[in-house]
């Protein structure tokens, strides 16, 4: 395969136009990030020409114990090497078994898991627990959240680049703004709301909550009998520097949704955890033994690299690692703001950070500014992101359509040196966009006519 690879590697993006995503391609061209990469190692990427790259968008978070580590290797070619009774169904696995058994032993306050193939597989399978479990119809969630793309999950997605298009969706589905507990507590009245499901920190403009309302919520949900299920498949494992990011606020939900880096990044796999008396509901009797299941859930392959990625996190203590050097970077990013007009803000939990810009007062940048929003709103990030990724070799994110924030979430293998590295690269950048004209405004000015191209 690796041959295959190799062989084939330079006709990627003709493979792609002719069989796949050709508006991908298209995008990777006009931003300049389509430099071939050929082979990822811990935090870091090497493109076509050799050339080093700083990883902080870990495919979206699954690589938090970074690319092709050696234990979740030698765990899957053992699992490949010991022709282990795979997927007999009628069967139960033991790998599922000791899985479950070391996730659950993180979060004691709840008692089984269910496995998934996805994150968004997770949030169907809460939806179906919460409404089974309680005989309600209702669920509540976050405007500005992100739980999927699949028609469960977008019904709770607060999107409209998402969700444009593909309505109706799920009926019975009703946003709240984020942090506002007043308008929890009006929706939950009716007792009729089966789950509220929230991400701790918001993934998409990484929205932290206030000290008050995850707790509040979860006070809520016990008085008007409605389960309190915690998206935590971005912020869990470790990320945000606890195993759960609702370890932060004190928080035990009734569910708790695990994916992205439980996988180690080369086998997809979820878990839904739950309290017994949820579970129990569902499954309820022997002619109920599979009214919920996924065909490849508990595959041996998935199974392995969920536990191998937990024994790479206890032995290089990755949780630990998360907290120290994600306060470090804050720190050293805040540090910033004042000296930046258009830096408006750093904010995050352990290794999940976002860097906010915002509207800058001197009235010759806020021209600029103004001719990019008017183009395409949240376009200044990427007079970031690109020269990051150009003349820095960093790879990072806008953290969200038509966001003013950049997330940076990159393996929680990053390395002092890794942090001076993004430290520097975000001053120098930074630096730049503030020069008017400059060749960062001269970025935007090729930005602003892609976009209106594309418009017209």
Not at 293 to 319: R, Y
Request: charge should be neutral.
């Amino acid at each position: 395969m690796s041959q295959l690879f190799a062989d084939r590697q330079a006709q990627r993006s003709t493979l792609h136009n002719r069989y796949l995503n050709e508006q991908f391609v298209r995008v990777l061209k006009t931003i300049g990030y389509d430099v071939g990469f050929q082979k990822g190692h811990g935090q870091y990427l090497y493109d076509r020409e050799g050339a080093r790259y700083l990883d902080l968008l870990s495919g979206f978070g699954v690589f938090a114990i970074g690319r092709n580590h050696p234990v979740m290797r030698e765990a899957l070619k053992s699992v490949l090497d010991a022709d282990l009774p795979n997927l007999v169904q009628f069967d139960v696995s033991t790998l599922a078994g000791v899985l479950a058994e070391r996730l659950l032993k993180y979060v004691p306050y709840l008692d089984k898991a269910f496995f998934a193939n996805s994150g968004a597989e997770c949030v169907e399978a809460a939806i179906k627990f919460a409404r089974g479990a309680t005989g309600r119809p209702g669920i509540v969630y976050c405007a500005h959240g992100y739980h999927g793309l699949t028609y469960g999950a977008l019904s709770l997605t607060g999107d409209a680049n998402f969700r444009t298009g593909f309505e109706p969706l799920l009926p019975g589905c009703t946003a709240i703004p984020f942090n506002d507990l007043a308008a929890l507590e009006k929706a939950l009245a009716s007792r009729e709301v089966a789950a509220f499901v929230v991400e701790p920190i918001q993934g998409k403009g990484v929205n932290m909550p206030t000290d008050e309302f995850l707790p509040g919520a979860a006070a809520l949900c016990k008085k008007y009998g409605t389960l309190f299920v915690a998206d935590e498949i971005q912020t869990g494992m470790g990320r945000t520097g606890r195993f759960l990011a609702v370890e932060h606020w004190n928080v035990e939900p009734d569910m708790v949704l695990l994916s992205k880096s439980l996988s180690g990044g080369h086998v997809p796999v979820g878990a839904v955890l739950t309290r017994k008396s949820i579970f129990d509901k569902i499954f309820n009797q022997m002619d109920r033994a599979v009214v919920h299941g996924s065909t490849f859930s508990k595959n041996d392959l998935a199974m392995a690299a969920g536990i191998a990625t937990l024994d790479v996190m206890e032995s290089e203590k990755l949780i630990d690692a998360a907290a120290k050097r994600g306060a470090e970077l804050r720190l050293a990013l805040t540090r910033m703001v004042p000296g930046y007009e258009l830096l408006k803000e750093v904010r995050g939990k352990g290794l999940m950070i976002g860097i906010e810009f915002g509207p800058p007062k001197s009235l010759r940048l806020r021209a600029s500014w103004n001719v990019l929003e008017t183009a395409n709103k949240g376009l200044f990030c990427q007079l970031i992101t690109v020269p990051l990724f150009k003349d820095h070799k960093i790879l990072t994110q806008v953290a969200g359509h038509g966001s003013h924030t950049i997330k940076l979430l990159p393996p929680l293998t990053i390395t002092e040196e890794d942090c001076a590295w993004i430290e520097k690269a975000f001053d120098d950048v930074i630096a730049g966009s503030h020069k008017v004209p400059g060749a960062i405004w001269s970025l935007g000015k090729t930005l602003v006519d892609n976009a209106v191209r594309r418009s017209a």
